[in-house]
């Protein structure tokens, strides 16, 4: 009797840990490592990144997501934006090394993906509309000044295109988004942070 108790008990504890793992897989805690979507999110506060929220359901223009930018990076320069990282990952601050890139580059740049959590501003297909060089971005009810190369890379789009969202920080005047790295592919997005703790004010 006894070792029918015991065994019931390790297949209880064995459920419990292989749910936990599955829960932590698909719903991983992410750290905030700097202050871009202030107040939303600040320094120090934890998201909880929901990896399924797209499987079914389509990006909605507000979602805070988070997603992977790559980009080239020389040691000893300044990234730039770290975001946060997730903490059930072995990366280093966000940062996870994806090889080297091609020989035609510099021989000691390497390839980085950055974790990173902005709003998205534009979904897919939803116009572009343009005032000179800045965007029109309804949820702000303004125009958004664009990066030059950003904005000759949208060159004659009049709507995003499928497949692409543009992004923004909440706290616009020290975000860097897609007003200077242009769009983000769906493909590059994790999910969608459900819930959002935020620290106390001091």
Known sequence: MKRQQFMLLAFICGSFLAASVFLLRLFPLIQIRENSMSPTLRSGDLAILNRSAYIFGEIQVGDVLVFRRHLSHAPGKMMGEMTG????????????????????????????????????????????????????IPSLNSYVKIRKEVRN????????PEGFVFVLGDNTDHSVDS??????????????ALWLSAKPDM
Request: hydrophobic share 35%; glycine share 6%.
């Open 85 to 136: 990282r997730v903490i059930n990952k072995t990366t280093d601050n966000a940062r996870e090394r994806t090889g080297q890139t091609p020989a035609a580059q510099h021989p000691l740049t390497e390839e980085l993906s950055l974790f990173m959590i902005k709003r998205c501003a534009l979904a897919p297909q939803t116009p572009l509309q343009w005032r000179n060089s800045r965007l029109f």
């Open 153 to 160: 890379s949208l060159d004659g789009l009049t709507k995003v």
């Open 179 to 192: 007003r200077n790295y242009g769009l983000v592919p769906v493909s590059e997005i994790q999910g969608k």
